[in-house]
C-alpha cells in the first residue's frame, strides 16, 4: 500500500514556479518529521528540506538558496513545497517521505518537475 502520493510537477520555463503536496496515508504523519527529496536523470536522490512535525525545526539543502519553502498540514496530512525561481538544475522527480532523523520508508512515484526554455 502506497503511504505517500505526490502531485503537483509540470514543466516551467526558468524563473518559474510551482507548488508541489504530498498526501500521506497511513503513517502517523503527525508523529516524524517529513522531507521532500529529488531524483535527478542519472544522478542519487537527494533531501531538499526537512521539516519537524511541529513546523519548528526547518531546513534545506544548500542549493535551494531560499527559493523553495517546506511546509505542512497536519490535520489534513497533507506536505507541501512551494518552489519558486526554478533553475533548469532543479530538474527531477521529486519524492516525499520521512525526513532526518527518521530514515525514508518505501518510496511513492513521486512528481516530475522539468524546468526548461
Known amino acids: 500500500q502506497e503511504q505517500f502520493a505526490e502531485a503537483g510537477g509540470n514543466m516551467v520555463q526558468p524563473g518559474g514556479s510551482l507548488r508541489l503536496s504530498c498526501a500521506a496515508g497511513?503513517?502517523?504523519?503527525?508523529?516524524?518529521?517529513m522531507g521532500w527529496y529529488r531524483q535527478g536523470s542519472g544522478k542519487s536522490r537527494e533531501l531538499v528540506a526537512r521539516?519537524?512535525?511541529?513546523?519548528?525545526?526547518?531546513s534545506y539543502a544548500p542549493f535551494v538558496e531560499g527559493r523553495f519553502t517546506i511546509s505542512r498540514d497536519n490535520d489534513n496530512h497533507i506536505l507541501y513545497l512551494q518552489l519558486r525561481r526554478l533553475k533548469p538544475e532543479d530538474t527531477a522527480v521529486y519524492y516525499c517521505?520521512?525526513?532526518?532523523?527518521?530514515?525514508?520508508?518505501?518510496w511513492g512515484q513521486g512528481t516530475q518537475v522539468t524546468v526548461s526554455s
Open positions: 497511513t503513517i502517523e504523519f503527525n508523529t516524524y518529521h
Open positions: 521539516i519537524s512535525p511541529s513546523s519548528n525545526d526547518i
Open positions: 517521505n520521512y525526513g532526518p532523523p527518521w530514515e525514508p520508508i518505501s
